[in-house]
């Protein structure tokens, strides 16, 4: 029981770190980033060269993200900057050409073989919990989300910078008026989206093999994340990723056969409960 429990939990706060990016990007971009499963991929494929050049799992977890928000900043810049003022289905159709050619470019850098990255020492093994033997790399899944939840959510709400994001997100004629450039708000944003993904692929390259395509798969539970729990909400997707991760763990535990509509089920039940979403959204005022 507590073995499944922490599973659901590392699953998660997986799910939290993708989700989080892209919620914070649509809620302060009004963007519907369907590449940011393939940022994942990149920021994966990126933690596993600098593993295999430097030997130092460490490292990655700092350079993967960092790279990849420089990545989506540059692909902000020049790709999506000139289609905020244009119609929805031209973002999307943006974002899904984005995931075309980074899916190229790592089939032709890293081939189309499986990668991975080996456990580091500190991380391996298992201690005892209660009734269970846990992994010790997922009770570290588990601390960098509730950090990284914990940060972003502080940034949001508490510092100067975020009062700047939450400003141009609802008004940012106001904004721009004070001298403070909107656009370099809105790349800070993709940025930090882009980065969050890296971060996510980085900690899962230990658990599952990377490969070209895996951002396919998990962007439709990060979609599923964002709208159950309201879209552009941090607290939502915290809530959502939670009911999602301990369903998927004890649904794999009791009902395998079961898992995938059980998935969807749930997703039915909240929206037929709240169509908005279990936190509904509140314009400049919560994260």
């Known amino acids: 029981m507590t073995g499944t429990l922490i599973i659901g939990l590392s699953i998660a706060m997986m799910l939290f770190l993708l989700a989080a990016g892209l ?3 649509f809620g302060m971009l009004g963007v519907i980033n369907f590449a940011h499963g393939v940022l994942y991929m990149v920021g994966g494929f990126i933690a596993v060269e600098v593993v295999n050049q430097t030997g130092n799992f460490w490292l990655s977890l700092l350079v993967a993200p960092l790279a990849v928000a420089a990545l989506s900043a540059l692909l902000e810049i020049l790709l999506l900057r000139p289609l905020y003022d244009r119609d929805h289905v031209e973002q999307l159709l943006m974002t899904f050409g984005i995931i075309l050619v980074l899916d190229e470019v790592v089939r032709t850098v890293w081939g189309l073989g499986y990668h991975d990255i080996p456990l580091p020492g500190s991380l391996s093994g298992a201690i005892p919990v209660f009734d269970s033997d846990v992994a010790v790399y997922r009770l570290f ?14 940034l949001i709400e508490w510092t100067k910078l975020g009062i700047v994001l939450r400003g141009a997100m609802t008004h940012p004629a106001m904004v721009r ?3 403070i450039p909107v656009s370099t708000i ?7 989206g882009g980065g969050l993904a890296a971060l996510a692929g980085t900690i899962a390259a230990p658990l599952i093999p990377i490969q070209v395509g895996m951002g396919f798969g998990i962007i439709v539970d990060c979609f599923i994340v964002v709208i159950l729990g309201g879209l552009g909400n941090i607290r939502g997707a915290i809530a959502a990723a939670l009911l999602l991760g301990l369903v998927r763990a004890f649904g794999q535990q009791y009902f395998p ?9 749930v997703l039915m039940i909240v ?9 509904t959204f509140s314009k400049g005022r919560k994260a």
């Open 23 to 25: 919620t914070i990007i």
């Open 141 to 154: 899944l588990i601390g960098a989300g509730l950090i990284a939840g914990l940060g972003l959510f502080a």
């Open 177 to 179: 008026s004070l001298g």
């Open 186 to 192: 809105r790349t800070i944003v993709f940025a930090l």
């Open 257 to 265: 056969e079961w898992i995938e509509l059980s998935t969807y089920l």
């Open 271 to 279: 929206l037929l409960w709240r169509p908005q979403g279990l936190f």
